[in-house]
């Protein structure tokens, strides 16, 4: 692992807690990280990273959490996601995508019932946004909810649910008056998946994050009783929108983890591997592709930390994260790619993760908003800059 003793842009505390992290991964993870593949992960790997307290560290204390920031939260994600990817993918899934929304929004019952156990490990949350139908046009969204004497009813189908099947608990994003504008007429619900009526339809069997579970869901006249709406009636938009800042920019501290193990084991492979009587670090080809890994990993940990670092001073991060995981995830690739190259024909092979990594890593230019939309967000961001006189 790269030292950050030295790095200005950590605190010591930071510091100290990523060697923290780090050991807990060298115990707890990286001995079985290869057979994790097999999924799903065990809910008992993810009791004692709550156990640990890194479920928590962005959530507030009256929700079992630390609050210490997304600072500490792009550790965790970094540090296991060096480890194994999908098992991240999955923890993310329930403290940040699920968990974010519920500490930021949520009443002090709902915390109490629905994020505190989640926070500690003991239940699993996923986010359902994403529909058959709808992907990045969320405003297209066609799961309903209708009011039925105190309760909602609801009816739907969410796809690409990162935790859908091993779930406890969903924040579902859902339309609640159709006679307006998706954006203003949608809200956001807790729903506890053992209702009658939730069911899974098939866990999709996907090239990489194998050590999670991608879930195909459907609710059939599920019924939600009173006080399991988040925040306010026709908020769900507003709440869709700021938790995808946090996502986006967790996501990019993971994919710094994800090009940090197959960029480390290249280095040391290149000082080891000899050809034509001299190492191959000694030959462009290869020297070349170590300094672009470099320089794209500490690129992407300056991008990510500013968003981070923004979003916990409560400034707008729109921009920056979008920039954030766009960069970091589309280097993810390019690293993982390289150090394959490095490796050469071993690299190919399941002797190396480096193959898993790459397989891992290409989800996240599509997952949390793909590389197109998040071009899209950037631009958009930069002239309304222009327009309000800031460029």
Not at 123 to 132: A, F, V
Not at 173 to 186: A, Q, W, Y
Not at 257 to 270: D, F, H, L, N
């Amino acid at each position: 692992m790269t030292e950050y003793l030295s790095n200005v842009l950590w605190t010591e505390d930071e510091i100290e807690f990523r060697k923290e992290v780090k050991a807990f991964c060298d115990k707890e993870i990286y001995p079985i990280a290869d057979e994790l593949d097999a999924g799903p992960y065990p809910r008992e790997l993810i009791r004692k990273i709550g156990k640990a307290g890194y479920m928590g560290v962005h959530h507030h204390k009256d929700a079992g959490g630390t609050n210490r920031g997304l600072s500490y939260e792009v550790i965790v994600a970094e540090e296991i996601s060096a480890a194994n990817g999908g098992l991240d993918m999955a923890r993310m899934a329930t403290t940040t995508l699920y968990g974010m929304p519920l500490t930021k929004f949520g009443t002090k019952e709902q915390k109490e019932k629905y994020l505190k156990p989640v926070v500690t490990g003991e239940k699993i949350g996923c986010i359902g946004i994403t529909e058959p139908d709808v992907g990045s046009d969320v405003a297209a969204m066609k799961t309903r909810a209708e009011k039925d004497g105190d309760e909602w009813v609801i009816n739907g189908e969410k796809r690409f649910i990162t935790n859908g099947s091993q779930a406890d608990y969903m924040c579902a994003f859902v339309v609640t008056d159709p006679s307006v504008k998706s954006k203003e007429g949608m809200t956001a619900f807790i729903i506890d998946t053992k209702s009658d009526g939730f069911s899974v339809v098939q866990d999709h069997d996907l090239l990489g994050m194998k050590s999670a579970r991608v879930s195909w869901l459907k609710m059939e006249d599920v019924r939600v009783p009173p006080g399991m709406v988040l925040g306010e009636l026709g908020q769900g938009f507003k709440i869709m929108m700021d938790e995808l800042d946090s996502e986006r920019t967790a996501i990019a501290g993971e994919a710094i983890g994800y090009g940090r193990t197959p960029y480390e084991i290249a280095v040391k492979y290149s000082t080891e591997r000899e050809q034509f009587g001299r190492q191959i670090r000694m030959f462009e080809g290869v020297s070349f592709k170590i300094a672009n890994m470099a320089m794209k990993l500490e690129a992407g940990r300056a991008l990510t930390l500013t968003a981070a670092r923004m979003y916990d001073k409560g400034m707008k991060i729109t921009k920056e994260a979008a920039i954030a995981k766009l960069y970091t995830t589309e280097a993810a690739v390019e690293i993982t790619n390289d150090a394959l190259q490095v490796l050469g024909g071993v690299g190919y092979t399941t002797d190396y993760p480096i193959e898993r990594f790459l397989r891992d890593a290409r989800l996240m230019t599509i997952g949390g908003g793909t590389a197109e939309i998040l071009r899209f967000i950037i631009q958009r961001e930069v002239f309304k800059e222009l327009k309000s006189g800031l460029i």
